[in-house]
């Protein structure tokens, strides 16, 4: 463990989607810190509430009940600014690399750089080339996504979410489009990079093969956190 400070801090949280005789509770009594530098694995089957926890952790969606910190700062009742502000802080992987197929690769990773107002066209252009090249790309730092491999753009996605050393990183299914030797390059990157930045990476997957990639795998099942690979089995 790098501090003894968790990155996030989620206690006694609750979801719910819908309003009045429709509303449905989604998530129930999630408990969970993440420290820096741990790579955690959620698993469980759709429908659990996976996506919509990470969506709270996130600041994607606001927290109803409960409470969740990042870096200590609450989001419970946060305002949308202050969600704008941590959303910031985080890089984001998909399982559609969503990168903007008019865009290089550079340009696609020089984007998330220029996000912070006080680095210069250059620095942002030097920190795009410098990630492309620790994720394997710099031979392909000019290409449009149209000429480039399904883990290739994922490693770009890679790169745009971890040029500005963040914190924490979400990923949601990102080997879920890609092949078996493809699918491990992607995580072992993550693992290896996230480690050398003292990054967490809170990861979604179906995928059993990249399991062992983890600090920690934590299960959902119907909207409780069932398990919890170091505490075992959590009592609820």
């Known amino acids: 463990m790098l501090s003894k400070e968790p990155v996030i801090s989620i ?13 449905k509770q989604i998530l129930f009594d999630i408990n969970l810190e993440i ?21 709270l952790i996130g600041g994607l969606r606001s927290v109803q009940e ?5 870096l200590g700062v ?15 802080k985080i890089g ?6 969503n990168l903007l197929e008019f865009l290089t690769a550079r340009q696609n990773v020089q984007m998330a750089v220029e996000l ?23 031979d392909r730092i000019d290409y449009y996504p149209e000429n480039l491999s399904g883990g290739q753009k994922q490693r770009i996605a890679i790169a745009r979410a971890l040029v500005n050393s963040p914190p924490l990183v979400l990923a949601d299914e990102p080997t879920a489009a890609l092949d078996k030797q493809s699918g491990r390059d992607v ?18 997957t179906h995928d059993n093969r990249i399991l062992d990639i983890a600090d920690r795998i934590v299960e959902m099942e119907d909207g409780i956190l069932a398990r919890d690979s170091q505490t075992k089995v959590i009592s609820h």
């Not at 206690?11 to 509303?23: D, E, F, M, P, V």
């Not at 694995?41 to 996976?50: A, F, N, Q, R």
């Not at 409960?66 to 990042?70: C, D, I, N, P, Y």
């Open 11 to 23: 206690k006694h949280l609750n979801h719910y989607y819908g309003k009045g005789a429709l509303k």
């Open 74 to 88: 609450e989001l419970y009742r946060a305002s949308q600014n202050k969600l704008v502000n941590i959303r910031r």
């Open 66 to 70: 409960g409470s969740l910190q990042f």
């Open 35 to 55: 420290y820096p530098g741990e790579i955690v694995i959620m698993t469980g089957p759709s429908g659990s509430g996976k996506t919509t926890l990470l969506s």
């Open 92 to 97: 984001y992987i998909f399982q559609a690399h």
């Open 187 to 204: 995580v072992e990157l993550m693992q290896r990079l996230a480690k050398e930045n003292g990054t967490s990476i809170l990861l979604v």
């Open 116 to 138: 912070n107002k006080y680095i210069s066209q250059q620095k942002a252009i030097a920190k795009a080339e410098g990630m492309l090249k620790a994720v394997g790309l710099g």
